[in-house]
């Protein structure tokens, strides 16, 4: 067993897959940013995870996550992250995926990296929970199907949907599928957050790694907002309908960010899903107020639904019904989206979805989400297409394309 600082902490005979009953997992963050670190926080809190290993490209994240971790390993009565487990620089993954220290591995990296990682965590035996999107393009995501048979039945694998543990949405998409609101007609979605701000950098900062910072402003670095951001939506009405769509049709564009970037800073789309259900999501990524809305209303033959992430979540009509403690209006304020520090109908979202991984490694019953990630990501990339391309693509016609997006600048000088 290893030293103090990383070994596992042994309360119970070894359960049916070997792994030592209601220890303490093992885990190992990679990628130390601002939403890395909260799922973090929330996977020691609410799930007993040990965060035993940091792993980030640049050695100042890694020294801020320290002292985060050593302090919040301290209020919990057990020592911090041990030096040897920091890894820093370019193959911070590899090594982290290599130790024996480690468990579990956490990916919140920029999402250009995710598949990446995921092979590696895979490869080296590691558990492990992947941030959205399982993919940024075509060819990542059918590489993130062939992880899938690879994790499956050897190691669990969640992805960052938090939603689907949300209490109050998991009640109102079963009364929807079940039929409260009758034949589904059309769904409207929104989107709607403000601008996404970094710090001053220093003028002496190269543009390779500004954009690495910087990543939420680099259309192959994140995918675009509605890979990496609006993707949550996007997932919440392929869960109420079953489905992908079959079609999209979008717009977009940079119409108010005057910052470096490529990112496209507003979206309009109209999906074509199975049966003829139409759905729409409209979304920003600008500005400075503190508003930030979000919400799906579907339509049906009986009534209807609301789910919005703060406020009345409800349906209306013959089945009525309205979770208990959601009707405040209160916008949610602009750290909501920067931090994902979550409340109102998500409050429980991520110590739900924390807790549900962290049991699914310690009761040997693991999950493999990867295929569901991919069929989100896919439906994000859909709509990115039609929009760049200014037209209607199918589904079939974004699988045939073979997209794959490319770095062009050299992460050697990372090593």
């Known amino acids: 067993m290893a030293g103090a600082g990383v070994g596992l902490l042994i309360l119970k005979p070894q359960s049916v897959r070997g792994y030592p009953a209601n220890s303490a997992v093992r885990l190992g963050l990679l990628g130390c940013g601002g939403r890395g670190t909260t799922v973090a926080t929330s996977m020691a809190k609410n799930a007993g995870a040990r965060i035993v290993a940091l792993a980030d490209i640049f050695q100042d994240q890694l020294d801020k996550a320290k002292v985060t971790f050593d302090a919040l390993a301290s209020s919990l009565g057990y020592p911090g992250p041990d030096s040897h487990l920091m890894f820093s620089r370019l193959h911070a993954y590899q090594e982290l995926a290599n130790s024996k220290d480690v468990d579990a591995i956490q990916i919140s990296t920029p999402p250009y990296f995710h598949i990446e990682h995921l092979a590696a965590a895979v490869a080296g035996?590691?558990?492990?929970?992947c941030e959205k999107p399982c993919g940024v393009d075509v060819n990542q995501t059918k590489r993130a199907l062939e992880i899938a048979k690879q994790a499956n039945g050897k190691v669990s694998v969640d992805v960052g949907f938090?939603?689907?543990?949300?209490?109050?949405?998991?009640?109102?998409?079963?009364?929807?599928?079940?039929g409260a609101i009758g034949k589904i007609v059309s769904l409207d979605s929104h989107y709607y957050a403000p601008a996404i701000d970094y710090p001053d950098r220093p003028s002496s900062m190269s543009k390779d790694e500004l954009r690495l910072r910087n990543w939420n402003w680099d259309l192959t670095l994140s995918g675009d907002i509605v890979v990496e951001q609006n993707i949550h939506v996007i997932d919440i009405n392929n869960w109420i309908l079953g489905s992908h769509p079959i079609s999209a049709y979008a717009t977009g564009g940079r119409s108010v960010l005057q910052h470096f970037g490529n990112n496209f800073d507003n979206y309009q789309v109209s999906y074509t899903y199975p049966d003829g259900v139409h759905v729409t999501m409209n979304s920003k990524q600008y500005?400075?107020?503190?508003?930030?809305?979000v919400s799906e209303r579907v339509l049906g033959s009986e009534g209807s639904s609301e789910s919005p992430y703060s406020g009345s979540l409800?349906?209306?009509?013959?089945?009525?019904?309205?979770?208990?403690?959601?009707?405040?209006?209160?916008?949610?304020s602009a750290g909501f989206s920067a931090s994902g520090a979550f409340s109102d109908n998500l409050a429980e979202a991520d110590a739900e979805k924390d807790k549900s991984f962290i049991n699914s490694i310690t009761s040997g019953n693991f999950h493999n989400q990867i295929a569901l990630g991919v069929e989100t990501a896919r439906s994000a990339i859909l709509a990115r297409m039609a929009a760049r391309q200014k037209r209607v693509i199918t589904w079939d016609e974004m699988l045939a394309s073979g997209e794959s997006s490319k770095l062009d600048f050299d992460l050697k000088q990372f090593a």
């Open 287 to 293: 500005g400075h107020t503190k508003d930030f809305d």
């Open 314 to 332: 409800h349906i209306t009509g013959a089945n009525a019904w309205e979770w208990q403690g959601s009707g405040s209006s209160a916008k949610q």
């Open 162 to 178: 938090q939603i689907r543990c949300a209490p109050p949405f998991v009640e109102l998409v079963k009364r929807v599928q079940a």
């Open 125 to 129: 035996g590691k558990h492990a929970y």
